[in-house]
């Protein structure tokens, strides 16, 4: 299955090396959303969506004031996910089935670009969307994401499978095994990694479970302002934490086989686009 790299979405928060990890500090960081288009025997197949063609053109409709202050989105329609699927050549309305990480702002936008796919998500991440508990849950959710009613398929875990020693969800509705759900919790409330059988072996989209490729080295580490931010971001930090040791084991084991990234970092991506 031929698989495509998209970055839909470009952020320049402040903070240089202390937020991307690359030398300088005195520049604006450089980060990416970092979206799969699979082209599988059940259609199209996007992993995330980034931003979406609204987030791009009317901001201030979708994405809360501060979380643009903060990061300094690249407001390029060009980006989002369905501009990118024409450009390959594609029509968006092949784009069957969407599969996500998370249902944060900067995952979602895109949804109702591909109103008619088919929106695999993890039951507890559905319900902390649609009934956010905290201001910040509030905040990181977009109720206008989802206000054309996507056709959400909803996984719950608990089945006893296991892809690469992780707990995992197999069997998501017309897609073949070469899918599956993992959840990460931490980060949200029902964050996942998503697996992705591609012509050059699996690939893990990490989502948000680690922000730098540092952080999955045998011995980790983390940009310091990343790393404020992550555990600020996160709603179960301790729950974060032990998933991101449970991924670098995965990585000791199984590091011939699996190819994992971050959603958000443009090192990462450049190492698959090249
Ligand atoms: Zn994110």
Not at 48 to 77: I, N
Not at 97 to 120: E, N, Q, S, W
Not at 124 to 148: D, M
């Amino acid at each position: 299955m031929r698989v495509h790299h998209l970055d839909c979405g470009s952020m320049h928060p402040a903070g240089g090396g202390f937020v991307d990890g690359s030398p300088g500090r005195l520049r604006f960081a450089h980060m990416v959303c970092h979206v799969l288009l699979a082209e599988s025997d059940d259609g199209l197949v996007l992993v995330d969506t980034g931003f979406g063609v609204r987030d791009l053109t009317t901001p201030k409709e979708t994405l809360p004031g501060p979380f643009v202050a903060l990061v300094r989105p690249v407001f390029d329609v060009a980006q989002a996910a369905v501009r990118q699927v024409k450009a390959l050549g594609y029509d968006p309305a092949d784009v069957r089935h969407i599969l996500l990480t998370h249902l944060d702002l900067d995952h979602a936008g895109g949804l109702a670009d591909f109103p008619d796919a088919r929106v695999h998500v993890y039951g507890p991440e559905l319900r902390a969307a649609l009934s956010p508990a905290t201001g910040g849950e509030r905040q990181r959710y977009r109720k206008a994401h989802w206000a054309h009613g996507p056709k959400w398929e909803v996984h719950e875990g608990g089945g006893g499978d296991r892809w690469m020693g992780l707990e995992a969800v197999r069997g998501l509705t017309g897609l073949s095994d070469d899918f599956r759900l993992v959840p990460l919790e931490g980060h949200t409330r029902g964050h996942c990694g998503i697996a992705v059988r591609s012509d050059e072996g699996w690939l893990l989209h990490a989502g948000d479970s680690y922000f730098n490729k540092a952080e999955m080295a045998p011995s980790p580490s983390c940009p310091p302002g990343l790393g404020v931010f992550q555990t600020l971001m996160a709603v179960e930090n301790k729950a974060r934490k032990a998933n991101q040791e449970r991924l670098r084991a995965m990585l000791r084991d199984h590091r011939a086989e699996v190819r994992t990234f971050s959603a958000h970092d443009a090192v990462e991506l450049a190492e698959f686009t090249r």
